[in-house]
């Protein structure tokens, strides 16, 4: 009963600038952990950058100073503002959420949203 709808994926040239958007609806109480991973071809996922209830967040060094990780809370919303892109940030980005529903805690993947940077 929980349903995690990514949009913002594209194609964009090295330089260029993205918006990812993860929103997370259903039968949720409480969402804790929300996160962005992707996988290159050939590679294994790996996490991009993630974001706490309370705001903190966690980047993989390769994005530091050129993602941005943010949520509103209120609409159960994550978003993944990512600027100076290169072609080596080409994958598909999945959201990832942990959240309390059903009386049990649980974790969400979204189906995952294409990036590719190239010129």
């Known amino acids: 009963q929980v349903q995690l709808v990514e949009s913002g994926g594209g194609l964009v040239q090295p330089g260029g600038s993205l918006r990812l958007s993860c929103a997370a609806s259903g039968s949720i109480v409480t969402t804790y952990v929300m996160g962005w991973y992707r996988q290159a071809p050939g590679k294994q996922r790996e996490l991009v950058a993630s974001?706490?209830?309370?705001?903190?967040?966690n980047y993989a060094d390769s994005v530091k100073g050129r993602f941005t990780i943010s949520r509103d809370n209120a609409k159960g919303t994550a978003y993944l503002q990512m600027d100076s892109l290169k072609p080596d940030d080409t994958a598909v980005y999945y959201c990832?959420?942990?959240?309390?529903?059903?009386?049990?805690?649980?974790?969400?993947w979204g189906r995952g949203t294409q990036v590719t940077v190239s010129s």
């Open positions: 974001i706490t209830s309370d705001g903190t967040t």
């Open positions: 990832h959420v942990d959240l309390w529903s059903d009386y049990r805690r649980q974790d969400y």
